[in-house]
């Protein structure tokens, strides 16, 4: 089944306490992308990569990295978290530009 | 920066007709919309390339004019299963950037 996935689901973390988001997809899909999603704002973009070994900022990059080692892989990583990026993550993945983006299913992050 | 969308919020009750705007003050290449559900991931609806040409959707229907920068959503006769929240996504160059999002309730 073609599908994106995002590990974990759910996450509470401590200020400080460095964390990684996984996100997967099996589809072979060039582009993949991380957005975190909060009430009122909708989707903004944090990062996204082209193919592997490219990636670029996007809209709201600070306090995120991300890292294209292989092409079915984008880890998220937050190298020291604070409350401010208590929010809902999803991890994207499409073909090339001008096509449809799959989700994954969220990862919910809460830094306390 | 982020596509504009309006109206924010509409309830509609089923069976009725809504449009769902969304403008861009870049040039576009392609617009995308999404629904999401409470809690879910968004999912897919339909892709518009440049040439003005319009999808459809089972009831859903889009159209996208480049010159304006401009895509509207159709949903007629709408269905309780309509009801969630409604995203256009745009791309100026390799990116997708999503507005904030139209929420849609349908009641009976």
């Known amino acids: 089944e073609a599908q994106v996935t995002q590990n974990p689901r759910y996450l509470i973390t401590v200020t400080g306490k460095k964390l990684t988001v996984t996100c997967s997809q099996n589809?072979?899909?060039?582009?993949m992308s991380w957005y975190r999603q909060d009430p009122g704002l909708g989707l903004r973009q944090i990062y996204y990569s082209m193919n592997v070994e490219v990636t670029d900022k996007g809209d709201v990059p600070e306090g995120y990295k991300v890292s294209r080692k292989e092409k079915r892989n984008f880890p998220l990583i937050l190298e020291s978290p604070s409350p401010n990026q208590t929010s809902l993550y999803f991890c994207a993945s499409r073909w090339t530009v001008n096509t449809e983006a799959f989700f994954g299913q969220g990862t919910r992050l809460t830094v306390v | 920066q982020q596509p504009v969308q309006s109206p924010q919020a509409v309830i509609l009750r089923e069976g009725e007709d809504a449009v769902i705007n969304c403008s861009s003050s870049k040039a576009l290449y392609s617009v995308h919309w999404y629904r999401q559900k409470h809690g879910e991931a968004p999912v897919f609806l339909m892709i518009l390339l440049k040439g003005g040409e319009q999808k459809g959707h089972e009831k859903i229907s889009a159209s996208f004019n480049e010159k304006k920068q401009q895509s509207s959503l159709y949903l007629t006769a709408s269905q309780l299963s309509y009801s969630g929240t409604y995203f256009c996504g745009t791309e100026p160059a390799v990116e997708v950037t999503f507005g904030i999002g139209t929420k849609l309730q349908v009641i009976p």
């Open positions: 589809m072979n899909h060039e582009y």
